[in-house]
């Protein structure tokens, strides 16, 4: 992202969220804040409609992190981390009683969804903290003091970070035992039918003029033996075929499906 501004990203993928209220009314994520907090009016959500496998796929990761928010809650979590926060808006809409968010963002992105806060009459909770955080110059590590297992929720943000600046993060999420995480990768285009990969491709290059390129892929064998050598255990990742089982009724999408997955592991010792 370039100095000084929000991410754009932040605010494409804020636009998917809230398109996807207006054009399957919240089907798969209901998130009745999501178009208030973005500001823009119907008719510009709805030209983002031809644009379906991303949208959906942006609801059905949030779907599912909050689903295994909840069931961490259930657990005992009390902490949620929101890393890469953009214009989530979990921490305003909060159902659990006792439950604290970190929002981590950097502080360009975060000024700028602070202002669209005030804007749309969005008020900030007590059980709310922001931390300003440029995953890869500072140690989050520094920065973040939970006081018990946490839940951390890392939508939209790895296919942007270096190696380097992922495996640092990770370390961050593994430091305690009974953390867990969910976030989502891509797999590289290279391994996609012509098709998909040249939609793919004029993706990542409209996301690399805007300053944020894809910078990290990741093959399921691969991520799922990084995390094991990490202490993560209970590793449940759903690629293509198991979104769209899981959260479309489409039974039908061979397993081997290559695409962007989405994916929780705890670190061992609950």
Same mark, same amino acid.
């Given at each position: 992202?370039?100095?000084?501004?929000?991410?754009?990203?932040?605010?494409?993928? =804020?636009?998917?969220?809230?398109?996807?209220?207006?054009?399957?009314?919240?089907?798969?994520?209901?998130?009745?804040?999501?178009?208030?907090?973005?500001?823009?009016?119907?008719?510009?959500?709805?030209?983002?409609?031809?644009?379906?496998?991303?949208?959906?796929?942006?609801?059905?990761?949030?779907?599912?992190?909050?689903?295994?928010?909840?069931?961490?809650?259930?657990?005992?979590?009390?902490?949620?981390?929101?890393?890469?926060?953009?214009?989530?808006?979990?921490?305003?809409?909060?159902?659990?009683?006792?439950?604290?968010?970190?929002?981590?963002?950097?502080?360009? %992105?975060?000024?700028?969804?602070?202002?669209?806060?005030?804007? &749309?009459?969005?008020?900030?909770?007590?059980?709310?903290?922001?931390?300003?955080?440029?995953?890869?110059?500072?140690?989050?590590?520094?920065?973040?003091?939970?006081?018990?297992?946490?839940?951390?929720?890392?939508?939209?943000?790895?296919?942007?970070? %270096?190696? !380097?600046?992922? &495996?640092?993060?990770?370390?961050?999420? #593994? &430091?305690?035992?009974?953390?867990?995480?969910?976030?989502?990768?891509?797999? =590289?285009?290279?391994?996609? !039918?012509?098709?998909?990969?040249?939609? $793919?491709?004029?993706?990542?290059?409209?996301? =690399?003029?805007?300053?944020?390129?894809?910078?990290?892929?990741?093959?399921?064998?691969?991520?799922?033996?990084?995390?094991?050598?990490?202490?993560?255990? !209970?590793?449940?990742? $759903?690629?293509?075929?198991?979104? #769209? =089982?899981?959260?479309?009724?489409?039974?039908?999408?061979?397993?081997?499906?290559?695409?962007?997955?989405?994916?929780?592991?705890?670190?061992?010792?609950?």
């Amino acid at each position: 992202m370039k100095s000084g501004e929000p991410s754009r990203t932040a605010m494409s993928a =804020a636009r998917y969220r809230a398109a996807h209220q207006v054009v399957e009314n919240g089907k798969i994520f209901n998130d009745h804040l999501a178009v208030r907090i973005l500001g823009l009016p119907e008719e510009q959500l709805l030209a983002d409609a031809p644009r379906r496998a991303m949208r959906v796929f942006i609801a059905a990761r949030h779907r599912f992190a909050e689903d295994a928010l909840a069931a961490a809650v259930a657990r005992g979590v009390r902490h949620l981390v929101v890393l890469g926060a953009g214009l989530d808006t979990f921490a305003y809409r909060n159902p659990h009683p006792g439950l604290r968010v970190t929002e981590v963002d950097h502080p360009d %992105t975060q000024a700028w969804k602070r202002a669209r806060l005030g804007e &749309s009459g969005i008020e900030a909770p007590s059980s709310l903290t922001y931390l300003g955080v440029d995953f890869e110059r500072e140690a989050l590590a520094d920065r973040l003091e939970p006081d018990g297992p946490a839940f951390f929720m890392w939508l939209g943000v790895v296919p942007y970070l %270096t190696i !380097e600046g992922f &495996s640092t993060t990770l370390r961050v999420v #593994a &430091s305690r035992p009974g953390n867990e995480v969910v976030f989502d990768y891509a797999q =590289a285009p290279s391994l996609m !039918e012509a098709s998909r990969r040249e939609a $793919l491709e004029a993706r990542a290059a409209r996301v =690399a003029e805007l300053g944020e390129p894809w910078l990290t892929y990741f093959e399921p064998d691969e991520i799922a033996a990084q995390l094991a050598g990490s202490g993560f255990t !209970e590793i449940e990742d $759903l690629g293509p075929s198991q979104l #769209a =089982a899981t959260f479309f009724d489409r039974p039908d999408v061979p397993v081997d499906t290559p695409g962007g997955h989405v994916l929780r592991a705890v670190i061992s010792g609950r």
